[in-house]
């Protein structure tokens, strides 16, 4: 009897999560060593059945020891330069070549495996790189960094269904390629595109107590695996041990991913989950299930989202006032604001409103998301995207079933989120009666 009770138990757990997160974006960056391990065809099998429910898939395949291995067979001997706590690869002119066919060798053998699992993916040159020159009087060469992330042309392979991923080379302008770290590719694309999570998935362990220097101990599992950080906790492991130098052994990697994902959650991603790729059915145990197998790194997303205060106005209008002039909003007064002043929130960072936002409910169960704008200052903290994620939040615990938001150039960027293009039909009477015809706004809808 117990045991039935427990599988039920994960049965309604998994169906709370798979609810919680269908349609979100999710970056898989897998290492090369897990593609060798057993375990390996069940996760790539898992992925797709994400990719075929409806969850946003991306992949982004490491490809240090694949590149070793093709180096090593042209007798091109590689050294590395540690830069901000990350071994990056000097990757001179005779080097390159291979290194791009190594990169792409290791995509395809993901593009393979998912097309087996009835699953389309496109690799693409979704990056655009510069390179990272001289850095204290050692020419990095072909090692370049994440100049720009495409995701207008990644999100629109994720609307057709099928799964993007970057291999580690990125191009300049021009053409030129640079091998690009593909931890930082995976985190320059989960930011861009407001991922939901970040899955960093290794063949090195679990990050557990005894691996590490930590002077409080944070939740953890009986086998001593953690369970969740904070950013805060996370950073305060990292700074107590030591990652510098380009040494590869399991408890500096496991610490270096742990800074990667540290560097995710202060990017905007939610949560960052470390994951053994070994184990079978990982990272659907650890997506479905509250306390999962991996350790989540996980930032309070409205930590600094507060309701609006009247002494807020002339900031909310200072951010909202380009977004109206140039027709990215309704033109709302002063006096209508302050109207519907319990509709709005702000986001402040260090005593300082950088975003705003608000949510009317319109009856009939619906709730409309207006009004959001971001200092452009602040764009790469995804400010948009985690206000959007606190009015969500606050329309579920209103009661409402769902939310809705009109506008004329961000479907894209709605689209990202989670929502669909509808028709102005389905909007509440009231709001219908309000609608301006002459905008022609398209209307994208999210259910709860």
């Known amino acids: 009897m117990n045991d039935a009770l427990s599988q039920v138990d994960l049965i309604r757990e998994a169906f709370y ?16 060593p897990v593609t060798g391990d057993p375990c390996f065809p069940g996760l790539m099998k898992d992925l797709s059945l994400l990719a075929q429910t409806g969850f946003k898939v991306v992949i982004v395949p490491g490809a240090k020891e694949r590149i070793d291995e093709v180096l ?20 001179g002119a005779g080097a390159i070549p291979f290194v791009e066919m190594a990169a792409f060798n290791a995509a395809t053998y993901f593009m393979t495996i998912l097309a087996g699992n009835k699953v389309t993916a496109l690799i693409g040159n979704f990056v655009r790189a510069r390179g990272l020159g001289v850095i204290n009087g050692v020419d990095m060469e072909h090692t370049g960094t994440v100049d720009k992330i495409y995701t207008d042309s990644i999100c629109r392979v994720l609307n057709l269904g099928m799964v993007p991923i970057l291999p580690c080379i990125g191009w300049s302008p021009a053409g030129k390629p640079y091998n690009v770290s593909s931890d930082e590719i995976a985190l ?49 492991i990292i700074k107590a ?69 009247s002494g807020d106005l002339p900031d909310v209008l200072r951010l909202m006032e380009p977004l109206m002039k140039n027709g990215f909003l309704v033109r709302r007064s002063a006096d209508q604001i302050e109207e ?42 995804g400010l948009g995207r985690r206000i959007v994620g606190f009015f969500i939040e606050k329309a579920r615990n209103m009661g409402l079933r769902r939310v809705f938001a009109l506008t004329t150039l961000s479907q894209d960027w709605f689209e990202a989120l989670g929502f669909t293009e509808t028709q ?8 219908r009666k309000v609608y301006d015809q002459s905008r022609k706004s398209k209307v994208f809808a999210l259910d709860l």
Not at 18 to 24: L, N, P
Not at 195 to 214: C, E, N, P, V, Y
Not at 362 to 368: I, K, N, R, S, V
């Open 17 to 32: 999560y798979q609810s919680r997160f269908a349609g979100a974006t999710m970056v898989f960056k897998i290492d090369f």
């Open 340 to 381: 519907n002043k319990d509709d709005y929130a702000v986001f402040e960072i260090d005593g300082s409103i950088h975003a705003c936002g608000a949510l009317h409910n319109w009856g009939e169960h619906q709730g409309e998301i207006a009004a959001i704008a971001t200092d452009p200052l602040y764009k790469d903290l």
């Open 241 to 309: 041990n030591d990652i510098s130098g380009t040494g590869n052994d399991g408890s500096v990697q496991m610490l270096r991913e742990l800074k990667l994902a540290l560097k995710a959650c202060r990017s905007g991603v939610d949560r960052v989950h470390l994951i053994d790729g070994r184990e079978e059915g990982v990272v659907l145990k650890e997506l479905f299930s509250n306390l999962g197998v991996g350790t989540m790194i996980y930032s309070d997303k409205y930590e600094s989202i507060r309701p609006f205060q």
């Open 72 to 91: 090593k067979q042209q007798d091109i001997t590689s050294s590395f330069r540690d830069v901000s706590g990350f071994p990056l690869r000097i990757t």
């Open 424 to 431: 102005v039909e389905s909007l509440p009477a009231q709001k």
């Open 188 to 236: 320059a694309v989960s930011a861009a595109l407001g991922a939901s999570k970040l899955f960093i998935i290794s063949a090195h362990g679990s990050l557990r107590l005894d691996s590490i220097t930590l002077n409080e101990k944070p939740g953890i599992r009986e086998d001593g695996s953690i369970i969740r950080l904070t950013p805060q906790e996370a950073e305060t």
